[in-house]
């Protein structure tokens, strides 16, 4: 049986998801799936519409971000 790819995909480089408290989740990747937190990005570097959060293992790469305002399109 062959597999589709209607996108035509050859690689995924990253999933963001938009979560709620992007430290709690980070926290939670890292201690509950032994993921690595590899960058970040918040009010400390300049951001200020989100905090987020790059955890890695492996091959697989999370963006794990909270927007800071209520009125964001996230």
Do not use: C, W
């Not at 709620?20 to 926290?27: D, H, L, R, T, V």
């Not at 009010?43 to 909270?66: A, C, D, I, K, P």
């Amino acid at each position: 049986m062959k597999q589709e790819n209607p996108l035509g995909l050859k690689k995924i480089h990253h999933v963001e998801f938009y979560v709620g408290n992007a430290k709690q989740a980070e926290f939670y990747y890292r201690k509950a799936f032994g993921f690595s937190r590899i960058a970040y990005s918040g009010l400390e570097t300049g951001n200020r519409e989100t905090t987020s959060y790059v955890m890695r293992q492996n091959r697989v790469t999370f963006v794990l971000t909270t927007p800071l305002e209520p009125d964001h399109y996230a």
